[in-house]
């Protein structure tokens, strides 16, 4: 089950992209907030946030699961591209800046309820700030 959930956000994710470039127009936003590891804040696995999950998020981005920037709003913004990745988000840099609080210049493309953030560029990286590991216990590829 876990598999086909996988792949049916990774075929969302591949049709959002190839859509042509007239289909939507983006707003141009500024978001604070942390970035997320999107499978364990979704489906609550465990406590997706802060440094309890830092190991585990590491590991579902390299992995392939979508991330997201938990804004200081309350939204969640599904992450497209990050900066000088002319493709798709699936590079290494993403994990560089996983679950750190950041504050991103980008474009807010919403469809269906759902909305998708294509960074432009990171403005500030102030690295992990939400210290939850002592409440949660650090979850669960830490050690």
Same mark, same amino acid.
């Given at each position: ?8 956000? $990774? ?6 992209? $190839? ?28 406590? $997706?946030? +802060?440094? $309890? ?9 390299? !992995?392939?699961?979508?991330? !997201? ?14 900066? !000088? ?27 269906? !309820? ?12 102030? +690295? ?13 590829? +830490?050690?």
């Amino acid at each position: 089950m876990k598999k086909g959930v996988l792949f049916a956000i $990774a075929a969302l994710l591949a049709a959002a992209m $190839a859509a042509p470039a007239n289909a939507a127009t983006g707003k141009r936003v500024s978001i604070t907030g942390e970035v997320i590891d999107s499978w364990c804040y979704i489906t609550e696995i465990m406590f $997706a946030e +802060g440094t $309890a999950h830092h190991q585990c998020a590491l590991w579902c981005a390299a !992995g392939g699961i979508p991330v !997201g920037v938990l804004g200081e709003d309350g939204q969640v913004y599904m992450v497209l591209k990050l900066e !000088g990745n002319a493709t798709s988000v699936a590079n290494p840099a993403i994990l560089k800046i996983q679950t750190h609080k950041v504050t991103v210049d980008g474009d807010v493309y919403e469809r269906d !309820g759902i909305r998708y953030l294509v960074v432009n560029k990171v403005v500030d990286d102030s +690295g992990i700030v939400k210290e939850t590991h002592e409440e949660y216990g650090i979850q669960p590829f +830490g050690n």
